[in-house]
Nanobody, 117 residues
Framework: QVQLVESGGGLVQAGGSLRLSCAAS????????MGWFRQAPGKEREFVAR????????IYADSVKGRFTISRDNAKNLVYLQMNSLKPEDTAVYYC??????????WGQGTQVTVSS
C-alpha cells in the first residue's frame, strides 16, 4: 500500500516556474515507477511524465518535453516535477501516481496549478 500527497501547486504567470512534490508513504516506495498526470477543467486526465523505480529512465508527454523534468529521491520517498516556461494551457490539477505492476494503482489527491497569461 502506498499513500501519495502532492504539494507545490499555485498561481504563476506565464513563463514562470513551479516545482511540485509528491510525498509517498510506505517502505516499498523505491519499487514503484512513478508518474505525473494532469486534468484540466472539462478535459480528460492526461499523462505528463513518468520515472522508473531507479530514476534512470524518464518519459514525457510531447506537450511538456523540454520544459518539465521529473525526478525522485528514494531515500526521502519523494518525487518531483519541475515545471519551467509554464503556459496557460498547463493549468490543471496535477496528480502523482505509483505503478507497481504495470498499472497506476495508487493516486494522490492532486494539487492545483494555475498559469495566468
Amino acid at each position: 500500500q502506498v499513500q501519495l500527497v502532492e504539494s507545490g501547486g499555485g498561481l504563476v504567470q506565464a513563463g514562470g516556474s513551479l516545482r511540485l512534490s509528491c510525498a509517498a508513504s510506505g517502505r516499498t516506495f523505491s519499487r514503484y515507477a512513478m508518474g505525473w498526470f494532469r486534468q484540466a477543467p472539462g478535459k480528460e486526465r492526461e499523462f505528463v511524465a513518468r520515472i522508473s523505480w531507479s530514476g534512470t529512465t524518464t518519459i514525457y508527454a510531447d506537450s511538456v518535453k523540454g520544459r518539465f523534468t521529473i525526478s525522485r529521491d528514494n531515500a526521502k520517498n519523494l518525487v518531483y516535477l519541475q515545471m519551467n516556461s509554464l503556459k496557460p494551457e498547463d493549468t490543471a490539477v496535477y496528480y502523482c501516481a505509483a505503478d507497481g505492476i504495470g498499472s497506476y494503482d495508487y493516486w494522490g489527491q492532486g494539487t492545483q496549478v494555475t498559469v495566468s497569461s
